[in-house]
């Protein structure tokens, strides 16, 4: 059974940083492909970033490129995404997830991201 639990989201202002952290159990981790999406206030989900099972490869969405970076540590079963130069538009609740687009059992429960000042 899939489990993912995010944590490291906040408020931070425009400019700012923030590293989001998943904790994945239940599944083998380290064979996964793993995604990083979000969903703004009354919008879908938005597909972000994926890294490889190996974290050799990475990619990333034109809305986020080069402000974000996957990575992951496969012996401690964790996924990160650090986010640099935030914008308001960033604002949204961040999943991590084992499919580019999951369903509500291939997904943690999220963290919030607000960014404001």
């Known amino acids: 059974q899939v489990q993912l639990v995010e944590s490291g989201g906040g408020l931070v202002q425009p400019g700012g940083s923030l590293r989001l952290s998943c904790a994945a159990a239940?599944?083998?981790?380290?064979?996964?492909?793993m995604y990083w999406v979000r969903q703004a206030p009354g919008k879908g989900l938005e597909w972000i970033s994926t890294?490889?099972?190996?974290?050799?490869?990475?990619y990333y969405a034109d809305s986020v490129k080069g402000r974000f970076t996957i990575s992951r540590d496969n012996a401690n079963n964790t996924l990160y995404l650090q986010m640099n130069s935030l914008k308001a538009e960033d604002t949204a609740l961040y999943y991590c997830?084992?499919?580019?687009?999951?369903?509500?059992?291939?997904r943690g429960q999220g963290t919030q991201v607000t960014v404001s000042s």
């Open positions: 890294i490889n099972s190996s974290g050799t490869y990475r």
């Open positions: 997830a084992t499919r580019e687009r999951p369903t509500i059992g291939d």
């Open positions: 239940g599944f083998p981790f380290g064979r996964y492909w």
